[in-house]
């Protein structure tokens, strides 16, 4: 695993959480990856808020003080890892096996500090689809994404169509 790989996948965790906290199939590889639990929803919501304030902070580019409230709750315990079996030690931000919501703090913490310092090959953003309150991790070469999904991009194209169409008439 490349190290800008293992921060833009947990930048997408971070993402995920926030939006929905619905597990995906991110999620639990991540987990199965790390010998960590699957939390209980319950755990999971004491986590999402402070998660979803710090998802913002980066999308919006700043404060910081969501993120630090983050890493203050959940200091990383960062570490080298070649758990892989590829050969090619990487930083951790959690240890194999912690408690879930611990794992997630720690690991989801350390990766939005990274990208709201300016990791050049992450971009986290808010969705521009008029009324969708989600966000999206952007890791295209010229970073243009702009929709948290095809169907907020799809949907915005034909309501501007529309419009258009409309006052040609």
């Not at 906290?21 to 755990?43: C, I, K, N, W, Y």
Request: proline share 7%.
């Amino acid at each position: 695993m490349h190290y800008v790989n293992y921060v833009g996948n947990l930048a997408e965790l971070a993402v995920e959480l926030a939006n929905s906290g619905e597990p995906t199939g991110l999620r639990r590889e991540f987990f199965r990856q790390h010998s960590v639990a699957e939390p209980d929803p319950g755990e999971l919501s004491r986590l999402r808020p402070a998660l979803r304030d710090a998802v913002a902070a980066v999308a919006d580019g700043g404060p910081a003080e969501p993120v630090n409230d983050l890493l203050r709750r959940f200091p990383p315990d960062m570490h080298i890892s070649d758990h892989d079996g590829e050969g090619t030690p990487h930083l951790h931000f959690a240890r194999d096996g912690e408690d879930p919501v611990t794992w997630l703090g720690r690991s989801c913490g350390a990766a939005l500090a990274h990208v709201i310092c300016g990791d050049p090959d992450v971009t986290v953003g808010r969705c521009h689809a008029g009324g969708c309150p989600r966000f999206y991790v952007d890791q295209s070469r010229n970073r243009s994404r702009r929709f948290c999904s095809a169907t907020c991009a799809s949907r915005t194209t034909v309501a501007a169509y529309r419009a258009r169409q409309k006052q040609a008439r």
